[in-house]
């Protein structure tokens, strides 16, 4: 499965990119993230399904403190 999310609001220069990295990594996937460069960062994460699934949930559980999600 593979999912292609951006997420904007307060996400860069507070962590997100690397709280990302380690949620994929935990979770067995692969893929990249990466800022825009317009207050959006893009991830496209690929795996087994539970496995993005779980994914998507940490991303919504466990952001760093200082991000802020606007969608």
């Known amino acids: 499965m593979r999912a292609e999310?951006?997420?904007s609001g307060i996400v860069q220069?507070?962590?997100f990119r690397?709280?990302?990295y380690r949620i994929a990594v935990k979770n067995g996937l692969v893929g990249?993230?990466?800022n825009r460069g317009?207050?959006?960062v893009?991830?496209?994460a690929e795996g087994n399904r539970d496995s993005?699934?779980?994914f998507l949930e940490d991303l919504k559980a466990e952001k760093p403190p200082?991000?802020?999600i606007y969608n």
């Open 38 to 40: 317009d207050a959006v």
């Open 66 to 68: 200082l991000a802020q």
């Open 5 to 7: 999310i951006k997420v």
């Open 52 to 54: 993005v699934t779980q």
């Open 13 to 15: 220069g507070v962590g």
């Open 18 to 20: 690397p709280f990302i």
């Open 32 to 34: 990249y993230v990466r």
């Open 42 to 44: 893009e991830i496209v």
